[in-house]
């Protein structure tokens, strides 16, 4: 059975930090792309951060460098997602993804993709609330 299960989400003060999982399960992720997306209500998911299966290059949106690092765990089923520095603005709900594109693409597109070519993505989390107030 395929399951992507978050963890880590909360609420937090501006200037805080959080550290979201997601682990695995029923796929080998390390042979996916992975990524973070975060969504606001009435808004279409924007994707935050990704990281290439094979290189492991990342990419980040630009209000989050510098403060955001995308990871896979040392158990490869698992991937993380560290917050520091956090503003409200960075408040949503997060989701992370697991995606093996056919023709290869690279990381910075997986990430820029929005609306119906989301649906391509093969695996996604079942999202998790992060709140930061000010």
């Known amino acids: 059975q395929v399951q992507f299960v978050e963890s880590g989400g909360g609420l937090v003060q501006s200037g805080g930090s959080l550290n979201l999982s997601c682990v695995a399960s029923g796929f080998p992720l390390d042979y996916y792309n992975i990524g973070w997306f975060r969504q606001l209500p009435g808004q279409e998911r924007e994707g935050v951060s990704c990281e290439d299966a094979s290189d492991l290059t990342t990419y980040y949106r630009d209000s989050v460098k510098g403060r955001f690092t995308i990871t896979r765990g040392s158990a490869k089923n698992t991937m993380y997602l560290q917050m520091n520095n956090l503003k409200p603005e960075d408040t949503a709900v997060y989701y992370c993804?697991?995606?093996?594109?056919?023709?290869?693409?690279?990381?910075?597109?997986?990430?820029?993709?929005?609306?119906?070519?989301?649906?391509?993505?093969?695996?996604w989390g079942q999202g998790i609330q992060v709140t930061v107030s000010s």
């Open positions: 993804t697991a995606y093996r594109p056919w023709p290869v693409i690279s990381v910075q597109a997986m990430c820029l993709r929005s609306g119906s070519a989301l649906n391509e993505y093969n695996y």
